[in-house]
């Protein structure tokens, strides 16, 4: 039971367009919502995170929107740069389960054309 | 300086062996996690610590052990190894699991484990 879903397995967009990757989670319990990059033989980084109360949290190019009616979240990137081209992996957390855990989406890979 | 390092980064061995990855972070953090990255790129957790105390533990097979000799480290230990383990494991640490929001947590360069 896969409680954090990333559909679309890839994503391509020109330099200087937006790229747009989407989540969809099914647990309401969660309430904290992350987003990590991954480049090829290297462990996700963390990207940018937005908690339930909020409905959209920017950070320069990233911008995540959350929308908890939907159960659905997505990253903005604007301007798409080719340094950008890599894995990105959605993850959701229930803050007061109190344990840390992450739940991880199967990752979306974005390539950013020049 | 690597934050989060694991050894060995690739690991190539028969059916039946036992073998162990370590991984050590030198941030300070109070808690550590252990990930597995299947076939189909889902990145699982399987176990966590903090301060040693075990924290997370999901339902893995017993044959994956944990180790913590101190908060620095966190060993992952596999008995029997069988086709069906062969993954990219991924270490991570973060400051403390009870810091709520800023949680963030730090991955390793994971190692790929082939089972043969």
């Not at chain 1, 391509?12 to 919502?33: A, H, K, P, W």
């Not at chain 1, 908690?51 to 908890?68: A, C, H, Y």
């Not at chain 2, 972070?25 to 990930?35: A, C, E």
């Not at chain 2, 075990?54 to 966190?74: G, M």
Request: proline share 5%.
């Amino acid at each position: 039971d896969q409680q954090v879903k990333q559909n679309s397995p890839s994503l391509s967009v020109q330099e200087g367009r937006i790229s747009i990757l989407n989540c969809d989670y099914t647990n309401s319990m969660f309430d904290y919502f992350l987003w990590y990059k991954k480049y090829p033989a290297e462990g996700p980084t963390f990207l940018i995170s937005i908690s339930s109360i909020k409905d959209k949290n920017e950070d320069g190019r990233f911008t995540v929107f959350l929308n908890k009616s939907a159960k659905h979240l997505s990253l903005h990137i604007v301007p798409s740069q080719p340094g950008d081209s890599a894995v990105y992996f959605c993850a959701a957390s229930h803050i007061s389960g109190n344990t840390g855990k992450l739940i991880f989406g199967q990752g979306t890979t974005l390539q950013v054309k020049p | 300086d690597t934050a989060v390092s694991q050894t060995p980064k690739y690991l190539v061995t028969q059916m039946g062996n036992d073998k162990s990855i370590k991984c050590e972070q030198n941030l300070g953090h109070d808690t550590m996690y252990w990930y597995k990255q299947d076939s189909k790129k889902f990145l699982k957790i399987m176990f966590s610590y903090n301060n040693k105390e075990l924290i997370i533990n999901e339902t893995v097979p017993n044959r994956f052990s944990p180790k913590s000799p101190d908060k620095a480290h966190l060993n992952l230990h596999i008995n029997s190894l069988e086709l069906g383990d062969s993954a990219v494991y991924f270490c991570a640490s973060s400051l403390n699991f009870r810091d709520t929001y800023d949680n963030e947590q730090f991955f390793g360069p994971g190692t790929r484990l082939t089972v043969l």
